[in-house]
């Protein structure tokens, strides 16, 4: 049952606020929206990219009926404490993520990630945490945010390294969601973030060659501590 079907099906719709995640897809705001309520944009943790439960909390008013919650990049939100939020403001909490991928695609995935962990310099590294399952290797690029996030993509792509800008443009930025909110770690999450490939179909060599091209640029970049 997709969101907007969910949200409906629980009672929620004109009138209603629903806290969502800004850093991420249009789509859940879109669905909030077609279920008749109103999106409200919560911050993420800057580890999970997901949903901060402090966040949330510091977002919900008496027209608070929902709280989704986002699985992102193969980590899991804190859905405990998120959860613990849910029953202590009566609250409706759906948890939304990605599909999963067979047990031994997701063992290639972090044995590849491990070796990235292991080798690239000039660049923050994910941290891994319990269950990660890399559905992308999102790292941040240091320096002067987006410019030079930019600027490192380009040269990878032409150094044959395919990249990705994950979040181009948080949800409360674009015109038909813009509010008046101000998401630090959401804002600065999607200025520095790349995900660089980590498919368990990549070879030893195509492995060297991303490590290669990376730290070859390292020294453009501050360095990551």
């Known amino acids: 049952m997709g969101t907007a079907a969910m949200l409906r099906a629980a009672g929620v719709g004109v009138g209603d606020e629903v806290v969502?995640?800004?850093?991420?897809?249009?789509?859940?705001?879109?669905?909030?929206?077609?279920?008749?309520?109103?999106p409200v944009f919560a911050d993420i943790d800057p580890v999970t990219?997901?949903?901060?439960?402090s966040s949330?909390?510091?977002?919900?008013t008496s027209h608070t009926a929902a709280v989704v919650v986002v699985h992102r990049f193969g980590?899991?939100?804190?859905?405990g404490r998120l959860h613990a939020l849910g029953r202590r403001h009566e609250l409706l909490v759906l948890e939304r993520g990605e599909s999963e991928a067979p047990y031994d695609e997701i063992a290639q995935r972090r044995e590849r990630a491990a070796y990235l962990d292991s080798k690239l310099k000039g660049v923050r590294t994910p941290d891994g945490g319990d269950g990660h399952t890399?559905?992308?290797?999102v790292v941040r690029v240091s320096g002067n945010g987006r410019p030079d996030r930019d600027a490192f993509a380009r040269a990878l792509r032409a150094r044959g390294v395919e990249c990705r800008v994950p979040v181009k443009t948080p949800v409360h930025r674009l015109p038909e969601f813009r509010r008046c909110v101000t998401l630090p770690e959401t804002e600065q999450a999607a200025d520095e973030t790349l995900a660089l490939p980590v498919e368990a179909t990549l070879t030893k060599r195509e492995m060297q060659r991303i490590v290669s091209a990376c730290n070859a640029l390292g020294g453009l970049l501050q360095p990551a501590f």
């Open 134 to 137: 890399y559905q992308q290797y």
């Open 49 to 53: 990219y997901c949903l901060d439960p």
């Open 75 to 79: 980590r899991r939100a804190d859905i």
């Open 20 to 38: 969502v995640p800004a850093f991420g897809n249009v789509e859940i705001a879109e669905a909030v929206t077609l279920a008749g309520a109103l």
């Open 56 to 60: 949330v909390e510091a977002s919900i």
